[in-house]
């Protein structure tokens, strides 16, 4: 089955704490691509990659590292979590930019 | 970079009510286009999709919308709405096309509509 796989699901942790969201696709896209959702704002991009070893700058990237060595992983790194990135996370991979995204079922951060 | 306006935060409606999403955009050159539909609790799923040709797309679950260039609008319509049609609906631009860089502002989502039917 094609899907977007991301872990965890859920997580409660503390300022300061590094941390790190997996995200894994079975699709052998080459986008990839990570977003946050909050309300009344919608999703905003964070990070995206067009493929292995390039990734690009979205909207709002402060706080965010990403890394993309393989094809199929594409994990979100929170360096020092501070409690402004509480948010749902959303992991999306597409066969190219212009393409539509097959998204995972969504991480939810709370950081205290 | 371009920006995308949904003119409905939230929307109420009745079961067999006709639906009608605006969604408009600021780019001026060549755009993808894409409706998602996220049910309570659970990912984004794609609706339908413009790239060219019949500015009129159908997509899943009786869903269709209008692209309209001129008025740099992509509406969201359905005829008959349901109560399973409850969910968040958002709109998606990315520039596209020899104009647009390759893409390189990425894909820019709505702020989304909220849609509750009731029975």
């Known amino acids: 089955e094609a899907q977007v796989t991301q872990n965890p699901r859920y997580l409660i942790t503390v300022t300061g704490k590094k941390l790190t969201v997996t995200c894994s696709q079975n699709?052998?896209?080459?986008?990839m691509s990570w977003y946050r959702q909050d309300p009344g704002l919608g999703l905003r991009q964070i990070y995206y990659?067009?493929?292995?070893?390039?990734?690009d700058k979205g909207d709002v990237p402060e706080g965010y590292k990403v890394s993309r060595k393989e094809k199929r992983n594409f994990p979100l790194i929170l360096e020092s979590p501070s409690p402004n990135q509480t948010s749902l996370y959303f992991c999306?991979?597409?066969?190219?930019?212009?393409?539509?995204?097959?998204f995972g079922d969504g991480t939810r951060l709370s950081i205290l | 970079a371009q920006s995308v306006s949904q003119h409905n935060h939230h929307v109420i409606l009745s079961e067999a009510a006709s639906l009608e999403l605006g969604c408009n955009y600021s780019?001026?050159?060549?755009?993808?286009l894409f409706w998602y539909v996220q049910y309570p609790g659970q990912h984004l799923q794609l609706l339908l999709k413009?790239?060219?040709?019949?500015?009129l797309v159908k997509g899943i679950k009786g869903f269709e919308a209008e692209f309209i260039k001129s008025k740099f609008s992509f509406n969201l319509r359905k005829p008959s709405v349901q109560w399973s049609d409850t969910a968040e609906y958002f709109c998606?631009?990315?520039?596209?096309?020899?104009?647009?860089?390759?893409?390189?502002?990425?894909?820019?989502f709505g702020k989304g509509t909220h849609l509750i039917i009731q029975p």
């Open positions: 999306a991979s597409s066969l190219g930019l212009g393409q539509p995204q097959h």
């Open positions: 699709m052998n896209h080459e986008y």
């Open positions: 990659s067009m493929n292995v070893e390039v990734t």
């Open positions: 780019y001026g050159g060549t755009v993808n």
């Open positions: 413009y790239f060219s040709g019949d500015p």
């Open positions: 998606a631009v990315i520039p596209w096309g020899p104009d647009s860089g390759g893409g390189a502002d990425g894909l820019t």
